[in-house]
């Protein structure tokens, strides 16, 4: 139920409706549970997507494990995260071809333009040290 009512309220913030009513439903969710949960979908999808596609998406991760975070965004994060991971989608890609595509980035998007103020330089270091325990350390070239 968590799930769909938080891809409507993503629906709805999205369309510049109001989500009032149906965030009232989530004011009780245990968000840490929730938090954990999610985490452990996302490494098996970040095996999928790669390196550079997960860091907006483990940003945002870890915006929602913030306390700080206000409850309508962990809401918009968790849905965006969902609707990305998840192998269902409202426009299927075998058959909406590149827009079926689109959607799931479009609603990331969304949501991480919305919350880029508060990924602190703290969370992108918590964002580097899980990328490199899932990918490996990248290391730079430093030129002499």
Known sequence: ????????ILACVM???DAGRLLGRLKAVDWHSEVSKLMDKLRPYAIKVGRASMRPILQSYYVLSS???????????????VYTVSPLSLLPATVYKLLGILD???????VYKR???????????????TLNDWFGVEYEMVED
């Open 1 to 8: 139920m968590l799930i769909i009512i938080s891809i409507l």
């Open 15 to 17: 369309k510049g409706k």
């Open 67 to 81: 306390n700080d975070t206000p409850l309508l965004d962990k809401v918009l994060i968790y849905a965006a995260i």
């Open 104 to 110: 799931e980035g479009i609603a990331m998007l969304f």
């Open 115 to 129: 919350i880029k103020s508060r990924i602190t330089p703290e969370i992108n270091v918590r964002v580097e040290d």
